[in-house]
């Protein structure tokens, strides 16, 4: 690119004008914090998974399934939206697009035949059918945190906690933000809400497909980020507080269509707000470009590349490069470990914050305890969350109450992955307070949540909502964030999927063989207490508190031992958690810092000095 001289002429101003509109496009497009942007948004319609309480019911009553057939299916969904591993694995050898792209078209699949089945659009489907159909459409959840949310952490490793809790916290709002637009599209419709979440997310996905990719890290860039963030937060949380009171009001007043469609006009533009917010960061940097090389005579300028592209999946922290080429040493280290077999190193891992290999992070102690823990401390809050149109129904809320508990689980929810991600990374950073802590006390308040709704106390499902959506939501951003601190970020992509699996898993547990078997066996006992005998394929309803009291039980128990069993990884990492985590991040970013200093220092044989231009690999040549 050639940037005018100071000499050029008046007619040439206007193309001067245009030329510099273009660049700073581009500059915006390609740049982090537009990658950024589009991340939040994907983030934004990527959790429809947590909307199974509205359309479930649809399900259920159209398909004549019992609570335990509906149970399983929740399970197939829980089971697709949590176990990434492939997802994990492709992005390790292909560039983020390609995940995005697969999880687009599944989720485009998953939900419309779904969607289909449900209308009668097609013949009534086998329950195997069923379960593969919600099983892939809920998959691409996992395809999209990889490809977007993965690509985040490595992109900023230095504020992990942050950029955890806001991307986990958007898709925790994602179930308020999607039943706002389905109102505006389709009214009251609950089966077109399955329609919706089939293409909007597949949509979005595919509008910013070439936006998310790997980044080279910028250590000035670093220092400032944090506040960058505060003010995404700042934003999402005025998103929030707005879908609250929406809420609020939507559960008092009958909306027409035309008010429906403006609360969606206000949500969208909250949600493209943050675009300035990237303005502002990508002006500051091309402003401080223009005066860095603003001449005070004729002076020509011309931009040069000096640094390579980073890889589509790095598996070094910086890409350190000078004129002649780059070096990853991240290259080096898997040349060296591929040396020694995989299987020979299996049970001998580094020390907790160096890379581990996939091998050595799954058979840690210190996975295996963070998995039974997380089993059930997420296990009963997803049961909780998947159960919660029907434990309304069975004591006795009206249905506009119980789409308000689903979007108070929501709201809940996003506040509960932001509050642990920005809480979590302060006090970690000021107090060492360990985030295996913050985990184990989310935990026991959990526990709160569930013995509520136990006992059945006279509308305690509000206040049980809110605290099981807010602890459903703190415990990932603390999860997530705890693996890439003591198994580090080489391996990232998968270590991530390979946690999230014990969501599944306590599901299947909590929800299919306890809740959905002890649900259908109290509403079988009403119904031989009234003297009807059940036919098959009928609906099966149970009404009372009896109906979820000793499933609650049952998980209020288990919530505690995952407590217990959180509080033994509390004390096998206290002195990691004690000593400097993030030094080796720190010492790489002085070195790059500290080369990129003597590189704007450093004239070359003409005499021209590079200055670099931050954040996109490129420096400028001054010429005098």
């Not at 299947?508 to 119904?527: C, F, P, Q, R, W």
Request: hydrophobic share 45%.
């Amino acid at each position: 690119m050639v940037v005018a001289s100071s000499s050029s002429t008046s007619s040439k101003a206007p193309k001067d004008g245009w030329r510099a509109i273009m660049s700073f496009t581009h500059q915006v497009i390609t740049g982090r914090w537009f990658m950024v942007f589009a991340s939040l948004l994907i983030m934004a319609v990527a959790g429809a998974t947590y909307m199974f309480g509205l359309y479930s019911n649809d399900i259920k009553t159209s398909l004549g399934y019992d609570q335990s057939t509906l149970n399983m299916l929740s399970f197939f969904k829980d089971l697709g939206a949590n176990v990434g591993v492939l997802s994990g694995l492709i992005n390790e050898i292909t560039p983020p697009w390609v995940v995005l792209s697969i999880g687009a078209i599944m989720n485009l699949f998953g939900y419309l035949m779904i969607w289909l089945s449900v209308t009668n659009r097609i013949p009534r489907p086998h329950i195997w059918q069923m379960c593969l159909y919600i099983c892939i459409g809920a998959n691409s959840q996992s395809f999209a945190n990889t490809g977007a949310l993965v690509t985040c952490v490595k992109n900023f490793p230095g504020s992990r906690g942050s950029i955890l809790g806001l991307l986990k916290g958007y898709v925790g709002l994602s179930g308020a933000i999607i039943t706002q637009l389905y109102h505006a599209f389709y009214g009251d419709d609950s089966t077109s809400l399955i329609l919706l979440i089939g293409w909007l997310p597949a949509m979005v996905s595919f509008i910013f497909l070439p936006t998310i990719r790997i980044l080279k890290l910028d250590a000035l860039q670093q220092k400032k980020e944090l506040k960058v963030f505060n003010h995404l937060l700042y934003i999402s949380l005025g998103l929030a507080s707005f879908l609250m009171v929406l809420i609020i009001v939507q559960n008092k007043l009958s909306f027409t269509t035309v008010e429906y469609a403006v609360d969606g006009f206000v949500v969208v533009f909250l949600l493209l707000l943050p675009l300035a917010i990237v303005f502002r960061e990508e002006f500051k940097l091309f402003r401080a470009k223009i005066t860095e090389v603003q001449p005070s005579s004729n002076i020509n300028y011309k931009s040069e590349e000096v640094l390579t592209e980073s890889e589509p999946n790095n598996t070094s922290i910086i890409n350190k490069s000078d004129n002649t080429g780059s070096t990853d040493s991240g290259s080096a280290n898997a040349s060296s470990d591929s040396a020694a077999s995989c299987w020979s190193t299996a049970f001998k891992p580094p020390n907790r914050g160096e890379d581990y290999t996939i091998l050595q992070a799954l058979f840690s102690i210190d996975m295996i305890i963070l998995f039974i823990a997380t089993t059930f401390g997420v296990g009963g809050t997803l049961t909780a969350i998947d159960n919660l149109g029907q434990i309304g129904n069975s004591l006795g809320y009206p249905k506009r109450s119980i789409t308000t508990f689903v979007s108070l689980v929501s709201i809940w929810n996003y506040l509960g992955r932001v509050a642990s991600g920005f809480a979590s990374e302060i006090l970690l950073k000021k107090y060492k307070f360990p985030r295996p802590l913050m985990l184990s006390l989310v935990m026991l308040l959990s526990c709160l949540g569930h013995i509520l709704i136990a006992l059945g106390v006279p509308n305690s499902l509000y206040l049980s909502s809110v605290i099981i959506g807010f602890c459903f939501g703190a415990q990932w951003p603390l999860m997530f964030a705890i693996i890439s601190e003591i198994f580090g970020l080489k391996y990232y992509s998968t270590l991530y999927n390979l946690g999230a699996v014990a969501s599944p898993v306590g599901s299947y547990i909590l929800n299919v063989k306890v809740t959905g078997s002890l649900y259908d066996k109290e509403a079988l006992k009403m119904l031989e207490a009234k003297g009807i005998k059940r036919v098959d394929g009928e609906d099966l309803s149970c009404v009372g508190v009896q109906c979820y009291r000793m499933a609650f039980i049952i998980i209020t128990a288990s919530t505690f031992i995952g407590c217990l069993v959180s509080f033994i990884l509390v004390l096998r990492t206290r002195k990691f958690y004690r000593s400097d985590i993030y030094g080796k991040l720190r010492r790489e970013l002085e070195a790059a810092e500290t080369d990129m200093e003597m590189k704007m220092g450093t004239s070359n044989k003409n005499g021209d000095a590079l200055v670099p231009e931050e954040g996109h690999g490129h420096a400028i040549r001054l010429s005098n």
